[in-house]
């Protein structure tokens, strides 16, 4: 009897000791639940984004510079070819980066890459397809040969610029909002630091 008790107590304490230790171990079983982690698979369409301005400014030069790419490869004769080569290239170039950007706000991609400033990187997309579409549309103008092809790509080039000029001045509010939004949080934080330090006489002491 006495060393079936022994017994029992050796494997209560064993049982004790492996919780203490189970509990302090650092590799622990993870909880994080699944829709919580990182990955692809919760991915959801942003509808708030897409009924706002820059979203339908986005889809609308998506479509534009699509529209425009796809005149402009109906073409099949030109001389001078060169402000046709250069119009292909910038629809072509708004194209496929105003796609993966629409891409990454519509899903909120961008949220997950923080390190980036998405709002200025739009910014300059924005800017720099406004300057280049319309010197590309101005370009075609000027050299085309009056065929139906070359006059819709025309105006699908100048109602980009008009679409990307539009979303680059509200992206220019966008990024000054950020701006001053970023530096009154400084200056709050700045003031709540400088409180807490007068707040210590003891830090005062050690100064003087």
Request: net charge negative; proline share 3%; with cysteine.
């Amino acid at each position: 009897m006495r060393g079936a008790e022994e017994l029992d107590g050796f494997e209560g304490e064993a049982s004790s000791t492996s919780m203490i230790s189970g509990a302090s171990s650092p590799y622990q079983p993870t909880t994080e639940p699944v829709s919580q982690r990182r990955g692809l698979a919760g991915l959801r369409c942003d509808p708030s984004y897409l009924r706002g301005a820059l979203g339908r400014l986005k889809v609308a030069q998506v479509v534009t510079a699509l529209t425009a790419f796809i005149c402009i490869e109906t073409i099949m004769e030109c001389s001078p070819c060169e402000g046709l080569y250069f119009f292909e290239f910038v629809s072509c170039s708004a194209f496929v980066v105003t796609g993966v950007l629409l891409i990454l706000f519509s899903l909120n991609l961008h949220m997950r890459i923080p390190q980036i400033n998405w709002n200025l990187t739009d910014l300059v997309n924005t800017g720099l397809s406004t300057f280049f579409f319309f010197i590309a549309s101005i370009v075609l103008a000027a050299l085309n040969h009056k065929a139906g092809a070359e006059i819709a790509a025309v105006i699908f080039g100048f109602l980009a610029t008009v679409v990307y000029a539009a979303s680059a001045f509200l992206s220019v509010q966008k990024w000054r909002g950020s701006l001053s939004q970023q530096s009154t949080s400084d200056y709050i934080r700045a003031r709540s630091e400088s409180r807490d330090v007068d707040s210590r006489p003891e830090i005062q002491r050690l100064d003087t």
